[in-house]
């Protein structure tokens, strides 16, 4: 088990520099580890100290504008 946890997480984690797509890839990912349901494979999404600024840095490209600045005007 500590095997296919650390394979699957270094996996991931270099899937996500190389500017993969984690959707496109992660069936992959969850039939190599023999898993019936890509929500086994979920269990290997965790945040590690080194991942989690480039994750950072890649969700706030994609998602800055995704959400409008709005205005606002006090009374």
Known sequence: MIFANTFA???L???VQEGKDLN???PYLSMY???AHLTGTDYYLHFVPEFF???KEK????CANLIPE???EAR
């Open 9 to 11: 997480v270094k996996r």
């Open 24 to 26: 496109a890839y992660l």
């Open 53 to 55: 600024p480039l994750f």
């Open 33 to 35: 580890l023999g898993h």
């Open 70 to 72: 709005v205005e606002y």
């Open 13 to 15: 984690n270099l899937w």
């Open 59 to 62: 969700t706030l490209e994609k």
